[in-house]
């Protein structure tokens, strides 16, 4: 990657992570302090820990698309998606992720299946409760972790 490209690439990097951080700072406005039995409130924060694994899950597409260019089987691609960028592309890409990073947003990426696809089902408090923590703990890791993939890309 040369000069300019890299610096595309870290232009849009940033702005999905501008994003994220936006959709982030909402999710902390709503979750405040949380009240397990506050239907309204779990609800809300729920639909903001969607938002914030499906912008994560755009930032992952985009170093993809920017590096593989493919996804990869259809019916399995948010998982496989997520797998690859714990691993190294030799001569392409370093990893993204660490595995700290992939196991948090793995879990949340099954969360957002879940309150995605279960229409009639109430949602668990308690299981939005402990995703809140592994959202809070995904965005810093989610940082890092670009932090030091953009300074290993950065044409010397």
């Known amino acids: ?57 755009e930032l992952l597409r ?8 493919q996804l990869g089987d259809a019916a399995r691609w948010h998982s496989a998606l997520l797998l690859r960028m714990t691993q190294p592309v030799p001569g392409v890409r370093p990893a993204p992720l660490t595995k700290e990073t992939f196991l948090l947003l793995d879990a949340l990426r099954g969360f957002r299946h879940i309150f995605r696809h279960a229409y009639a089902a109430a949602v668990d408090p308690e299981q939005v409760q402990s995703n809140l923590g592994r959202a809070r703990r995904a965005h810093d890791c989610l940082r890092r972790d670009l932090s030091a993939f953009l300074e290993q890309l950065k044409p010397r």
Not at 64 to 69: M, R
């Open 62 to 69: 985009l170093i993809a698309a920017s590096f593989e260019n």
């Open 1 to 57: 990657m040369d000069a300019q490209e890299f610096l595309i690439f870290e232009t849009d990097v940033a702005a999905q992570l501008a994003m994220i951080g936006y959709i982030f700072a909402n999710l902390e406005d709503r979750a405040g302090d949380f009240d397990a039995g506050d239907a309204r409130q779990v609800e809300s924060v729920a639909y903001q820990i969607h938002n914030a694994y499906s912008a994560c899950d």
